[in-house]
Structures are given as C-alpha cells and as structure tokens.
C-alpha cells in the first residue's frame, strides 16, 4: 500500500541551527514526492517537487529510493521557517489519474 | 476570486444536525478533492473529482459523507446526522488536471478549510 510517513510531529530548533524533517514513503512504482507547507494562518502550499530538483527558501529534498526517504533539509534555520511541513506522494491509480496521499506532517519551531 | 474559496469558514453544530460544506475551485480546474484535518493529526484524503464525476470516494468515512460537484465547478460537502468525531477542518483543493505525466501534476491548490465543531 502507498504510504508516506513522517516520524517527528515536532522538530525544534534554533535560529541557524540546520534541519532536516524526514519522510519516508511506501510505493511499488515509480515515486513522485512533495514538501506541502503551512504557515500560521496561511493556507496549505506546495513548497517543493522532487522531479524539480529545485531549492526553495533554501530548503532542498533529495530522493533516495534505496532508503525510500526524501528528507526535507535546510543548513540555517530561519524564524519565519516555523510551519507545518508535510510530505506528499502522488499514487496513479487506474483510469489515468493521481491521488496525493500525505503524511501525518511535522511541526518546525524555529527558536530565536 | 483567484484562489480557491470554502464556505463557511466556522461552522458550529449541534450533534445529529446535518452540515454543508461549499468549495469553489479555481476557474478551469478540472480536479476537484476534499481532505479533512484533525486536530493534531494529518490531512485525511476524502474524495476525489475529475470533472462531475467522483473516481475516487475511497476516504468517505461513513454513509453519513457524501459529496457532489456540479459544472465541473462548485462542490458541496454534506455531512448528515454529525458526530462528535466529524469535528475537524475540512479543507478543498484543487488543481488544473491531473495527466499521469502532467507538469501539473502534484501542485494542488487548497482553501483556506472550513472548521466544522460539533457540539
């Protein structure tokens, strides 16, 4: 069964401190994953793909299949990091279309 | 409106009372999909549109859930006889298409939720 998982449903740290909020994912195909990000009072957004291979507000996610892992990581934390951060896996299912499936999320609180 | 739109925004309800939850998607997009969030806990996948039609009911808790979407455009959320265990943010999304190879694919675009406390 497809399946992202998020250990942590807190990760607090200092400001510079690096990051690294973990996901790990079940999925017998081929893999599409996503950092999704919540600001307080902000709506839901899509912060990163891993098929872009892009860095956004300095954070980066690296796809590693053979520990099905694609961390999410920053080298200085910010305070306006703190959020909640979730990982997405698209799932294609028959007839041709995609399900997003999320995990559980994980808190950053970036302390000053 | 630019982005997608829920309503009502808070919703208190007493327990047994049946609930409406509106989404107004972004103008053209043609996938349409719920997802509830628990205090405390993840985002629950519910349902999925493509067009009017729903592929996916799969995260539909309960016959209690159900979910309608009209003119490939406005969906509607109804929760019959509510539960205390129904009480979390609702929240829609939507994206332009969801193509298997899609450069699309995978950026959805969420409501602001609509908070629903039963009582």
């Known amino acids: 069964a497809q399946r992202v998982t998020q250990p942590e449903k807190l990760l607090s740290v200092f400001k510079g401190a690096p990051v690294e909020l973990k996901c790990n994912y079940s999925y017998s195909g081929s893999p599409e994953l996503f950092w999704y990000v919540q600001y307080s009072r902000q709506r839901l957004q899509l912060l990163l793909r891993?098929?872009s291979r892009e860095s956004i507000k300095g954070f980066t996610a690296d796809l590693n299949k053979g520990e099905t892992s694609f961390h999410l990581k920053k080298p200085f934390a910010q305070e306006e990091d703190s959020a909640m951060y979730y990982c997405?896996?698209?799932?294609?299912?028959?007839?041709?279309?995609?399900?997003?499936?999320f995990g559980a999320g994980t808190r950053l609180a970036v302390h000053p | 409106g630019a982005g997608v739109s829920q309503s009502p925004s808070n919703k208190v309800t007493e327990k047994g009372k049946d609930v409406e939850l509106r989404c107004d998607p972004i103008?053209?997009?043609?996938?349409l999909y719920w997802y509830r969030q628990r205090l405390g806990q993840g985002l629950e996948f519910l349902i999925y549109f493509q067009g009017n039609s729903a592929p996916d009911k799969s995260g539909l808790p309960s016959d209690r859930f159900s979910a309608e979407r009209t003119g490939e455009s406005v969906s509607t959320l109804t929760i019959q006889r509510t539960q205390q265990e129904d009480s979390a943010v609702y929240l829609c999304?939507?994206?332009?298409?969801?193509?298997?190879?899609?450069?699309?694919?995978?950026?959805?675009?969420f409501g602001e939720g609509s908070r629903l406390t039963v009582l």
């Open positions: 891993h098929i």
């Open positions: 103008s053209g997009h043609t996938a």
């Open positions: 999304a939507s994206s332009f298409r969801q193509g298997a190879y899609s450069s699309n694919t995978g950026e959805l675009f």
């Open positions: 997405a896996l698209i799932s294609l299912f028959s007839g041709g279309y995609n399900k997003l499936i």
